[in-house]
């Protein structure tokens, strides 16, 4: 066994030696060649084909894994220098919503001069629920001279009760006027004539009264309606004449929902008698009239689309019919509005009415209605600031027997007399206010008007001015002292002659009045008017001018 081991390990041994021998030989010479030498394999070659590695298509899931890492920070403070300049907010009042407290009676009264005596008197009821109530008494007079002319003594006097039910189902009201007014015709030379105060004097007396009820303060209400009646009795009486009228109106309107829209109706029944000294002409005049109207009322537009139906009736009785069409458009929200109106209407003249415009009247005052056929207008409002407002308006209208008041020939008195005249007419008008109102206790304004008057039968429109300017405002300083201004001018008029050939300018003229008033107290003040401030001689009418400079102080108190 000995043997055949060794023969095994002999040749293992040659083949080690002869490595040996080939390594070390490379090592010596490794730039030479192998050359033609036989190398012996001792084992059968076994030749081996390696797999293809394809790459593969297939999606496959997310093999990575992510090692969550728990990080700290510190952040080391730091301040940072912010410079800030603060300025004071004034502090907001807000209005006190505690009842605030009312006095019974109010007395106003003072003194100016030309023997101007003035007293005002209100005495009204306290907060109620129930009813309101009230008197208020007013005089007012003067005696002063103008240079060259009569006597121009004249008084004002007027006592006026009213009162109020509140009810469940409505209001009731009612009330009562005194009127008692002297003038004096003054429209003549006292150098060349003398009158005595009786032979001018001019004495106007009035009573009227209302009734009526209305429910209008409850929305809830299907229908809403307000009805009353009306009366008056006047007269003019002089030394020689007088004239008396007398009055009865009813006046109603009712309102209620028709398609989730307004709709109303206004109706009214307007009777007048008038006596005249004049050939004794006794003069009846009847309006009745109905107004419906109907309201489309969208975010930024309205329109009123109705008609106005009247029956005259009187000598010469008519039917007139008249469209009324109002549209009202906001652009802009509230800073800018537009309007415009077709309308028309009858216009009552009346004895009461003509005299209260012009005093100075005589015998010949006529009364009679004037046929507003056709009324146009239109205008806007603009808001350009929150102070600050201005309006612009323009109208046409076609009068049918317009009124104006004309020098009185037929007079053969010495002194200044006016009566009516009628003629249709086309007047146009333009308007343009500016209002600026800083808070409760600084505002003012200036408007201005044009006026285009056309008489179809008179050369001039008298009395009319073509401009007027009217400006003022009202100052409050520290809740003590009040300033008001009140400034106009009036544009050239003209007046017919007596001959009946032409006409008489008037001059144009500018007035300023201011008043000032201290309060002592919630109370008691004091204050001062001063009238026509320029002293300037102008004339509301032909040939009767007015007091030049005039002052006058007094004080009111509330108790």
């Not at 007015?546 to 006058?552: A, K, L, S």
């Amino acid at each position: 066994m000995t043997n055949h081991f060794s023969i095994k390990l002999i040749p293992f041994l040659m083949l080690v030696l002869s490595g040996s021998s080939l390594w070390a030989q490379t090592t010596r010479d490794s730039v030479k060649n192998i050359g033609n030498e036989n190398i012996v394999v001792v084992k059968d070659y076994q030749p081996t084909l390696s797999d293809a590695v394809k790459i593969s298509n297939l999606p496959a899931a997310d093999t990575t894994t992510a090692k969550e890492l728990n990080l700290s920070y510190k952040i080391e403070p730091k301040r940072t220098e912010t410079p800030f300049n603060t300025t004071p907010i004034k502090p907001v009042k807000i209005k006190d919503d505690e009842i605030k407290l009312l006095h019974r009676g109010y007395v106003k009264g003072g003194y100016g001069t030309h023997n101007t005596p003035y007293a005002e008197i209100y005495y009204n009821a306290l907060r109620s629920k129930e009813f309101d109530a009230g008197i208020h008494y007013k005089h007012l007079s003067s005696t002063g001279a103008i240079k060259n002319y009569g006597k121009t003594d004249n008084s004002i006097n007027s006592l006026e009760l009213f009162g109020k039910k509140f009810t469940e189902l409505g209001t009731l009201r009612a009330g009562i006027n005194l009127d008692r007014k002297v003038y004096h015709f003054y429209g003549y030379d006292r150098q060349a004539t003398v009158y005595s105060k009786a032979e001018t004097r001019q004495l106007f007396t009035g009573i009227d009264g209302n009734i009526g009820f209305d429910n209008l303060s409850h929305t809830e209400s299907t229908y809403r309606y307000d009805a009353g009646i009306s009366f008056y009795g006047y007269n003019g009486k002089r030394d020689f004449g007088k004239t008396g009228e007398s009055n009865f109106a009813f006046n109603g309107t009712i309102k209620r929902q028709i398609a989730d829209r307004d709709a109303s109706a206004d109706i009214k029944v307007d009777y007048t008698r008038t006596n005249l000294p004049v050939d004794s002409i006794n003069g009846k005049n009847t309006l009745v009239g109905i107004y419906p109207r109907y309201t489309f009322e969208f975010p930024t537009f309205r329109l009123i689309a109705g008609v106005n139906t009247e029956w005259e009736a009187n000598l010469n009785p008519k039917f007139h019919l008249y469209p009324h069409v109002e549209a009202r458009y906001k652009l802009a929200s509230d800073v800018l509005m537009i309007h415009a109106q077709v309308t028309g209407n009858m216009q009552k003249n009346s004895y009461k009415s003509l005299t209260g415009i012009n005093p100075f009247t005589g015998d010949n005052v006529i009364p009679g209605n004037t046929n507003n056929k056709l009324d146009i207008s239109g205008g806007l409002n603009i808001k350009l600031d929150k102070e600050i407002l201005f309006s612009a308006s323009a109208s046409f209208n076609r009068l049918v027997n317009a009124v104006y008041f004309v020098n009185d020939s037929s007079s053969a008195l010495d002194y200044t007399t006016f009566s009516t005249v009628y003629s249709d007419a086309d007047v146009i008008k333009i308007k343009g206010e500016l209002i600026f109102e800083r808070n409760e206790k600084f505002s003012a304004h200036i408007g201005a008007a044009y006026t285009n008057d056309k008489p179809d039968d008179l050369a001039k429109a008298w009395f009319v001015p073509a401009v007027s300017v009217n400006l003022g405002g009202y100052y409050v300083m520290r809740d003590k002292i009040i300033l008001k201004t009140d400034m106009y001018y009036r544009g050239e008029r003209f007046a017919a002659a007596y001959d009946g050939t032409g006409f008489q300018k008037i001059k144009g003229y500018f007035d300023a009045n201011l008043n000032i008033e201290y309060r002592y107290s919630k109370m008691l003040s004091v204050f001062a008017a001063f009238n026509n401030i320029g002293s300037v001689q102008y004339f509301n009418w032909y040939n009767y001018p007015g007091y030049r400079f005039q002052v006058m102080g007094g004080a009111t108190l509330s108790f």
